[in-house]
């Protein structure tokens, strides 16, 4: 059975860090790009960020220069390390895997065959 599960998430101030992990198992995790989508309240649900490989990484336009994805292949996680939130960055985030082969920089839920349950994030003054 495939299992996604995201943790880390969380109270904290404007301007504060959070670090999100999604550990997986009963996946090939080398087979899959692990990614992150958030859902605002009230909002729909957005991609923003991906990771399929040490390099291969991308981000909405949004969080870019302040969110950092990462992957740890020998322990199957993929982590979010989260600087300077902002409130509009409150929402539940959500861990998500879809085979490798997906462009550069696709960030939609296409081919996502697995997700974790979420975690909330709430970022407040």
């Known amino acids: 059975e495939v299992q996604l599960q995201a943790y880390g998430g969380g109270l904290v101030q404007i301007g504060g860090s959070l670090r999100l992990s999604c550990a997986s198992s009963g996946l090939t995790f080398d087979d899959y790009a692990i990614g992150w989508f958030r859902q605002a309240p009230g909002k729909e649900r957005e991609g923003i960020s991906f990771?399929?490989?040490?390099?291969?990484?991308w981000y909405s336009g949004s969080v870019s220069d302040r969110f950092t994805i990462s992957r740890d292949n020998t322990k199957n996680t993929v982590s979010l390390q989260m600087i300077s939130l902002r409130p509009e960055d409150t929402g539940v985030y959500y861990c998500?895997?879809?085979?490798?082969?997906?462009?550069?920089?696709?960030?939609?839920?296409?081919?996502?065959?697995?997700w974790g349950k979420g975690t909330l994030v709430t970022v407040s003054s």
């Open positions: 998500a895997a879809r085979r490798k082969g997906h462009l550069l920089g696709d960030l939609s839920d296409s081919g996502v065959e697995y």
């Open positions: 990771s399929d490989g040490d390099r291969r990484k």
